[in-house]
């Protein structure tokens, strides 16, 4: 195991990759640039409340996906190669729960949709694995919930909150690697 270079910070030891101390210590921007750190705290930003308030009402506001647009501009406008990064995302992330959600006869809901778009704003491509790590979040959840006869078959969940997961995921393992 890799030392951290602060001796006592317990989350150290959870985290054996190298560079994993940069997910501790509140040096944020000085580790890995202002943008950098601007997108993981403003994706955060967007998220966490959008997963709570799906867990809640059963409905991701149009207000936080406009939000994580808007916010993701300066970050998108600070090159042409993170300019095409973010729109390719945008159209992949958005893209796929869309087509799923025809497939689906509304499986997915729109502000899922939604959601997986302004994800894909912000890690491009990697909002594929997002996607990915989301459904098999939610299916094992679900497995569990029939098995324990919490749920039935028919019954619907918020997806936003493993879009959420799967999107934290992504962000900190694209910080460690």
């Not at 997910?23 to 994706?43: H, M, N």
């Not at 939604?114 to 098999?136: E, R, S």
Request: net charge positive; aromatic share 8%.
């Amino acid at each position: 195991m890799e030392q951290c270079g602060r001796q006592g910070v317990m989350l150290c030891e959870l985290l054996p990759t190298r560079g994993g101390d940069k997910l501790v210590y509140p040096s944020l921007p000085v580790e890995f640039g202002v943008f950098e750190a601007l997108r993981v705290l403003t994706l955060l930003l967007i998220i966490i409340p959008a997963s709570v308030i799906d867990i809640r009402y059963r409905i991701i506001p149009d207000r936080l996906h406009i939000a994580g647009a808007v916010l993701s501009l300066p970050l998108l406008l600070q090159s042409k190669q993170a300019l095409v990064f973010g729109i390719n995302g945008f159209l992949v992330g958005g893209g796929v729960l869309f087509v799923i959600a025809i497939l689906s006869s509304g499986g997915i809901g729109g502000g899922d949709i939604k959601l997986a778009a302004v994800i894909g704003l912000y890690l491009g491509y990697g909002v594929i694995l997002t996607i990915i790590l989301a459904f098999a979040a939610g299916g094992i959840y679900c497995l569990v919930m029939l098995v324990l006869k919490k749920a039935r078959l028919r019954d619907t969940m918020p997806f936003g909150p493993f879009l959420g997961l799967g999107a934290v995921f992504i962000l900190v393992f694209s910080i460690i690697v």
